[in-house]
């Protein structure tokens, strides 16, 4: 049973460029969170998407959008890269919008320089 | 709004010895609470949650966790300690509606 996946694993990017961050969740999972690790801190939460449409979102701003697809797979992507958005970063799937128990991926560490 | 807190940085304990991580949360409601450990270069595994029941749950490679609600704790424990318990450990709290929201993590070393 294949758990979440996320790609590409590293990312080297340039201030003001554009990324997109892929993630396939669980087997049986249809909800995906994204969450972003700073160095040194704990992952704060992006957003969650659930039937293909953002359901909540944290405390970042519009440069960060999203997207779910049918087959429950999500892409995270950030416009206007800026050196502070250098983290690792995380997806998370549930077995449905109300579980609580998430699985999370390896993470995607991207560097912005 | 809710919020954990990790009180300690790190931790550092003698292989065999018990070790504790600290977890407190402030949340409105009944908490649901958890526990995910991460190696280097990793993203997060799950050790175990609470969500009602028993105070003490146990979970994952030996670990366990005492949920004291007059106090607003949710410590992690082990009897004893692995050297390959080495990791950064975090606490999180989720209520429903909401995500989970994680402590800034502690950080567990174990000797030989």
């Known amino acids: 049973d294949a758990g979440v996946t996320q790609s590409p694993t590293h990312l080297i990017k340039t201030r003001g460029q554009q990324v997109t961050l892929r993630c396939s969740p669980k087997s049986g999972h249809d909800t995906v969170s994204w969450y972003q690790q700073a160095l040194g801190q704990g992952p704060q939460f992006i957003f969650q998407y659930y039937e293909e449409e953002e359901r909540q979102r944290g405390n970042f701003p519009d440069r960060f959008s999203g997207h779910q697809f049918p087959n429950y797979s999500s892409e995270l992507n950030v416009n206007a890269l800026l050196l502070g958005d250098s983290a690792l970063y995380l997806c998370?799937?549930?077995?449905?919008?109300?579980?609580?128990?998430?699985?999370f991926g390896q993470g995607t560490r991207l560097t912005v320089v | 709004a809710q919020s954990v807190a990790q009180p300690e940085d790190q931790v550092n304990v003698a292989e065999g010895n018990p070790l504790t991580v600290k977890c407190t949360y402030s949340v409105s409601g009944n908490p649901y609470l958890f526990w995910y450990v991460q190696y280097p270069n990793r993203g997060l595994q799950f050790l175990l949650k609470y969500i009602t029941g028993d105070n003490l749950v146990k979970g994952s490679y030996g670990f366990e966790a005492e949920f004291n609600k007059s106090q607003t704790s949710f410590h992690l424990k082990k009897p004893s300690a692995l050297v390959s318990d080495s990791a950064l450990y975090f606490c999180a709290v989720y209520q429903a509606g909401t995500a989970l929201i994680f402590g800034k993590g502690t950080t567990l070393s174990v000797s030989s």
């Open positions: 998370a799937s549930t077995q449905n919008v109300l579980r609580a128990e998430a699985f």
